[in-house]
């Protein structure tokens, strides 16, 4: 796992709809205050006790389009996932099973996410609303591109 670093505040643009060829080029593990946590009827957070969220880890997957931005910058895409593989329903489970289609449940338990680091992935990118129902980019599946021996 990599270390644990802030949250990275930048201007970004969302990634357009489309079909790309994404290449991982970093995985940031983070952590910051559970906003979904579960609260009783004054507000209370029942992790903490308090009013104040618990603190969870997460996982930022950072990829690099192959194509550019109209300033010539290279399309990213991030997507977060949480930190423990093999519940069906937890999104670094999807993520781990389209990366690695290969790869054994003990395997993909105990990655090394720098492992993938540079490894690039066909996908197709949608809109998806959110929970606020905002529009936000989407990658629908994964597939990794078989890199050709030199």
């Known amino acids: 796992m990599p270390k644990i670093q802030p949250a990275e ?9 489309g079909d790309y060829t994404l290449m991982l080029d970093e995985v940031k593990l983070i952590e910051q205050p559970n ?5 009783d009827d004054k507000g209370i957070y029942k992790a903490t006790g308090t009013t104040e969220p618990p603190i969870r880890p997460q996982l930022v997957w950072q990829f690099i389009a192959d ?7 290279p399309l990213e895409y991030s997507m977060w996932t949480g930190v423990s593989y093999g519940n069906e329903r937890a999104k670094l489970t999807d993520l ?16 090394e996410t720098d492992t993938l680091v540079g ?15 905002e529009p936000r980019p989407r990658a629908m599946f994964f597939e990794p591109v078989k890199e050709l021996p030199i």
């Open 9 to 17: 505040q930048r201007a970004r643009h969302p990634i357009p709809p």
């Open 67 to 73: 194509k550019n931005d109209p300033e010539g910058d």
């Open 96 to 111: 781990l099973d389209q990366l690695l289609p290969e790869a054994d449940e003990e395997m993909k338990s105990n990655l």
């Open 119 to 133: 490894r690039r992935f066909k996908t197709k990118i949608m809109l998806v609303k959110n929970a606020s129902g």
């Open 35 to 39: 906003r979904f946590a579960e609260k």
